[in-house]
């Protein structure tokens, strides 16, 4: 939940990839060398859609086995110059060397509470909603730097009177007023 999809796919756009050239898949999901050979297969066509390139976004790359991973390593070396691969992965250190030595990395960190809680109040801006005194920073807090689950947060308390919604904010999150200011405290 801190935007390493996302940001992959800003960078399939800043390749200007068309929507058809661009291929999504969940590792998790497919794990074998049957499922890198067919990306080798895809990846050898050109691309279509006009576009001068395409692109593989490998989400949870982490999963792949170790022969998956190595049938991808000879794809990396010997496929096609137009073509690109995003892994995405919480666990780097479960691919294989050889693969995070060509890969160029991008770290992705949890947002500090500040700007999450300033994404918050764009959002209800956005939305023309008003959001309730110190609920950005409750929804922050709980959120643990994630983007996502802020908006979900968010969305789930945005009908909300602005008065309630931190009483809301605590509901789906099974926390007490309480027991936050006082963990607070003692952080």
Same mark, same amino acid.
């Given at each position: 939940?801190? &935007?390493? +999809?996302?940001? =992959?796919?800003? !960078?399939?756009?800043?390749?200007? !990839?068309?929507? &058809?050239?661009?291929?999504?898949?969940?590792?998790?999901?497919?794990?074998?060398?049957? @499922?890198?050979?067919?990306?080798?297969? #895809?990846?050898?066509?050109?691309?279509?859609?006009? /576009?001068? !390139?395409?692109?593989?976004?490998?989400?949870?790359?982490?999963?792949? /086995?170790? =022969?998956? #991973?190595?049938?991808?390593?000879?794809?990396?070396?010997?496929? $096609?110059?137009?073509?690109?691969?995003?892994?995405? +992965?919480?666990?780097? %250190?479960?691919?294989?060397?050889?693969?995070?030595?060509? !890969?160029?990395?991008?770290?992705?960190? $949890?947002?500090?509470?500040?700007?999450?809680?300033?994404?918050?109040?764009?959002?209800?801006?956005?939305?023309? @909603?008003?959001?309730?005194?110190?609920?950005?920073?409750?929804?922050?807090?709980?959120?643990?730097? %994630? $983007?996502? #689950? =802020?908006?979900?947060?968010?969305? #789930?308390?945005?009908?909300?009177?602005?008065?309630?919604?931190?009483?809301?904010?605590? +509901?789906? +999150? &099974?926390?007490?007023? &309480?027991?936050?200011?006082? =963990?607070?405290?003692?952080?």
């Amino acid at each position: 939940g801190c &935007g390493k +999809t996302t940001l =992959a796919r800003i !960078c399939v756009r800043m390749l200007k !990839c068309g929507e &058809g050239d661009f291929q999504e898949v969940n590792a998790a999901n497919a794990t074998g060398v049957d @499922f890198i050979r067919k990306i080798d297969d #895809q990846a050898r066509a050109k691309p279509l859609f006009g /576009s001068k !390139c395409r692109v593989w976004l490998l989400d949870e790359a982490h999963q792949l /086995s170790k =022969a998956a #991973q190595n049938a991808f390593l000879k794809l990396l070396e010997d496929g $096609p110059p137009n073509v690109y691969f995003m892994l995405a +992965t919480t666990n780097a %250190s479960k691919l294989i060397a050889t693969i995070r030595n060509r !890969c160029s990395l991008l770290g992705v960190k $949890p947002l500090r509470e500040d700007a999450l809680v300033a994404l918050l109040e764009e959002v209800a801006e956005a939305e023309e @909603f008003e959001l309730g005194e110190d609920v950005g920073e409750r929804i922050a807090t709980a959120s643990n730097g %994630s $983007p996502r #689950q =802020a908006l979900v947060l968010l969305h #789930q308390i945005k009908d909300k009177d602005p008065d309630d919604q931190y009483d809301a904010v605590e +509901t789906v +999150t &099974g926390t007490e007023r &309480g027991a936050i200011e006082l =963990a607070q405290l003692l952080f």
